[in-house]
């Protein structure tokens, strides 16, 4: 597989030159106070305990959000989140990064509520330039609304890799060579929220919220980012190493290739990729090139 090389990506210059002027250690506190605003729902959203956790709530009124002060450009980012647990039927905790703008672009985890003790399913999505429709659904291999789960976007110039507690569920390679946009040129914001979908969400929309069990409460911790953040202009990258970040040229080694297969065998539930009805024109061009 061809590999980038930094000559044809002129910011890594920059990236790896500041590294040197710089080491602004992004999120590495995990302080929800010092990375993050409440921007949607007023008090439905919380910071607690001195900015080590972090509550999103939904009731009959309103749902709720965050979004980081930070936009990233490149970056390993963590967050534990604890999903509504009981009946969360009709609900959707949103995770993503995203820019802004017509031609945005975007890497998305959805968490769809269901029935007291019947699964979740995790949607994810990746839009480049403005477009999207590559949504993959998987279920999880334990219930994620029991415990905190780590659930990580790591994103570089090579690759996007969706992990839930360090297994990778699903991989974005660049593909520009066979003509497929890959973000990399806006800066995105991390962003999440709770609100009612019961229009889709839910076998299909089939299953209503049910009112009775609001408010609806998903919780976040543990967020650590090792990052390139855009600050005044400039790009700096920031890691625990900071004259090191393997993680902007790391892809998948063999065991994460053979844990991404078993979670595609056993737990998908949706493929874009293979869905003909939707693409009876044929598929998408970055399907060939997805295991
Ligand atoms: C919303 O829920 C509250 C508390 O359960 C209830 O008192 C109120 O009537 C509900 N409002 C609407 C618009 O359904
Ligand atoms: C909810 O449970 C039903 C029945 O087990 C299942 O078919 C569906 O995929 C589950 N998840 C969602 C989000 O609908």
């Given at each position: 597989?061809?590999?980038?090389?930094?000559?044809?990506?002129?910011?890594?210059?920059?990236?790896?030159l500041?590294?040197?002027?710089?080491?602004?250690?992004?999120?590495?506190?995990?302080?929800?106070?010092?990375?993050f605003?409440?921007?949607?729902?007023?008090?439905?959203?919380?910071?607690?305990?001195?900015?080590?956790?972090?509550?999103l709530?939904l009731d009959?009124?309103?749902?709720?959000?965050?979004?980081s002060?930070?936009?990233?450009?490149?970056?390993?980012?963590?967050?534990?989140?604890?999903?509504?647990?009981?009946?969360?039927?009709?609900t959707v905790?949103?995770?993503?990064?995203?820019?802004?703008?017509?031609?945005r672009?975007?890497?998305d985890?959805?968490?769809l509520?269901?029935?007291?003790?019947?699964?979740?399913?995790?949607?994810?999505?990746?839009?480049?330039?403005?477009?999207?429709?590559?949504?993959?659904?998987?279920y999880?291999?334990?219930?994620p609304?029991?415990?905190?789960?780590?659930?990580?976007?790591?994103?570089?110039?090579?690759t996007?890799?969706?992990?839930?507690?360090?297994?990778?569920?699903?991989?974005?390679?660049?593909?520009?060579?066979?003509?497929?946009?890959?973000?990399?040129?806006?800066?995105m914001?991390?962003?999440?929220?709770?609100w009612?979908?019961?229009?889709?969400?839910?076998?299909?929309?089939?299953?209503?919220?049910?009112w009775?069990?609001?408010?609806?409460?998903?919780?976040?911790?543990?967020?650590?980012a090792?990052?390139c953040?855009?600050?005044?202009?400039k790009?700096?990258?920031?890691?625990?190493?900071?004259?090191?970040s393997?993680?902007?040229?790391?892809?998948?080694?063999?065991?994460?290739?053979k844990r991404?297969?078993?979670v595609?065998?056993?737990?998908?539930?949706?493929?874009?990729c293979?869905?003909?009805e939707?693409f009876?024109r044929?598929f998408?061009?970055?399907?060939?090139?997805?295991s």
């Amino acid at each position: 597989m061809a590999s980038v090389s930094l000559t044809n990506v002129p910011f890594l210059l920059v990236i790896s030159l500041s590294i040197f002027i710089s080491s602004i250690i992004v999120g590495s506190a995990n302080n929800f106070y010092k990375d993050f605003d409440i921007n949607w729902g007023d008090y439905r959203g919380k910071i607690l305990n001195h900015g080590e956790l972090l509550t999103l709530s939904l009731d009959n009124i309103s749902g709720s959000g965050f979004q980081s002060k930070e936009e990233y450009l490149f970056g390993k980012i963590d967050m534990q989140l604890k999903l509504v647990s009981g009946n969360s039927a009709g609900t959707v905790t949103a995770y993503y990064l995203s820019s802004a703008g017509p031609t945005r672009d975007e890497i998305d985890f959805e968490f769809l509520g269901n029935l007291s003790g019947q699964p979740y399913i995790v949607h994810t999505n990746v839009y480049t330039q403005g477009k999207g429709e590559r949504e993959q659904q998987f279920y999880l291999w334990f219930d994620p609304t029991t415990d905190f789960h780590t659930y990580s976007v790591h994103w570089n110039p090579l690759t996007i890799v969706f992990s839930v507690d360090n297994i990778p569920i699903r991989v974005f390679k660049n593909l520009e060579s066979i003509g497929v946009a890959f973000p990399k040129h806006q800066p995105m914001k991390l962003y999440s929220s709770i609100w009612n979908a019961d229009e889709w969400a839910t076998r299909g929309g089939l299953v209503k919220i049910d009112w009775t069990y609001a408010p609806f409460i998903a919780s976040y911790r543990g967020f650590s980012a090792s990052a390139c953040s855009l600050a005044s202009g400039k790009h700096f990258c920031s890691s625990s190493k900071p004259n090191y970040s393997p993680w902007l040229s790391e892809k998948l080694d063999l065991m994460g290739e053979k844990r991404l297969k078993w979670v595609q065998k056993n737990y998908m539930v949706y493929n874009y990729c293979t869905d003909t009805e939707r693409f009876p024109r044929g598929f998408p061009p970055e399907c060939k090139a997805i295991s």
